[in-house]
């Protein structure tokens, strides 16, 4: 019971933290975000939130593709601000962020996963063959 109140609660923070970046990609003023500076700050951080909140909602899809996505929505994001559809200028420096704050993330938990894998393969009994 514990697990699925953890998954529905992160999903529900999720879309909030989804919210905040539609309206932060959006604003044109960006009015939202003027305390944080600088803007490589807040790409960094929204990575790293969306990352971190979709592992704990989607725990069985591997961390990699969750981080995947998540770099690729900012990759796509960036590349329509450079189009002129989404306010601001595409920059190599928020991408660079973006992926730093996916990999922050993701890779710790990948991690510890792929440990914890091996640390329950060394503890298991290993079966009893018939003479």
């Known amino acids: 019971m514990g697990g699925r109140i953890t998954a529905w609660g992160s999903r529900a923070a999720l879309v ?5 970046a539609f309206i932060g990609a959006t604003d044109a003023n960006e009015r939202w975000r003027s305390g944080l500076k600088p803007d490589q700050v807040s790409h960094g951080a929204l990575s790293f939130a969306l990352t ?6 989607f725990r069985r899809v591997p961390a990699w593709v969750l981080g995947g996505g998540v770099f690729a ?3 796509g ?5 450079g189009l ?4 601001g200028d595409a920059q190599l ?3 660079i ?3 730093c704050g996916v990999l922050a993330a993701a890779l710790p938990y990948a991690l510890g996963r792929a440990h914890g894998r091996r640390a329950a393969a060394r503890e298991r009994p290993e079966p009893a ?3």
């Open 16 to 20: 909030l933290v989804l919210a905040v």
């Open 52 to 57: 971190i909140l979709l592992l704990a909602a």
């Open 73 to 75: 929505l900012g990759a």
């Open 77 to 81: 994001l960036e590349g329509l601000q």
């Open 84 to 87: 002129g559809l989404f306010a």
């Open 93 to 95: 420096r928020d991408l």
């Open 97 to 99: 962020s973006d992926l």
């Open 129 to 131: 063959t018939r003479a």
